[in-house]
């Protein structure tokens, strides 16, 4: 079965609601991240840097949240959550993680990380204004690209769409705004599935 290093409401929630789209039975272990779990002897031989996610599929250790879900998706290709490997399909996937990650998410990690992330004395508040216009950007970029869409890959749910409403939650969570209606409808919208709430139950319950 396969195994998950994780913490309620963190990155590692992408990889507990992409189990849950597939169906696949999972152990969860939590990490206690504030209790400085992520840094004991046993825990950095699984993760070299001491987060979640993690996964451990019969002795194959994966971490990267993206990388994950992408694993996952292709391990269970009858789920269509991930295209085909070597098709065009799959390099616009490609392309959708990596710009959710690096031009979406930095921004808006750089936000936590200056606001409550970092112990304060670590923290520089001057880089607030730019990560704040950095997301503004990428969510204008990302309007265009969803406008009039139902998914982000078009007609069917795909693993994209979890990484990115999960981002767009946790900006909200950030309290930082979109400023963008049809990115917020579609946040709402991909978070209504009952795979989510049963993440959130469940997350609920993890504590
Ligand atoms: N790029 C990584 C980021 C992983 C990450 O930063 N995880 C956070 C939780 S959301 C963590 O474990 N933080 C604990 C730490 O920094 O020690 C991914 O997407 O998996």
Known sequence: ??????????????????????????????????????????????????????????????????????????????????????????????????????ELEQPLWTVGKHTFVFPEDKRVPEILDIAYWEFKKACKALEKNLSGKEFAMGEEFSAVDILLAHTFRWADAFGVPTGSEVLDSYRDRICARASFEKVVAREVLVG
């Not at 590692?12 to 609601?17: F, I, N």
């Not at 999972?26 to 004991?40: C, H, N, P, S, V």
Request: charged share 25%.
């Open 1 to 102: 079965m396969i195994k998950l290093y994780g913490f309620p409401r963190s990155r590692s929630t992408r990889v507990v609601w992409m189990l849950e789209e597939l169906g696949v039975d999972y152990e969860f272990e939590k990490i206690e991240l504030m209790q400085g779990a992520g840094q004991t002897e046993a825990y950095l031989k699984i993760h070299a840097d001491g987060k979640v996610p993690a996964i451990d599929d019969d002795g194959f250790v994966l971490t990267e949240s993206a990388a994950i879900v992408t694993y996952l998706g292709d391990k269970y290709p009858e789920a269509n959550l991930v295209p085909k490997p070597q098709t065009k399909d799959r390099a616009m996937y490609d392309e959708w993680c990596f710009f959710i990650l690096t």
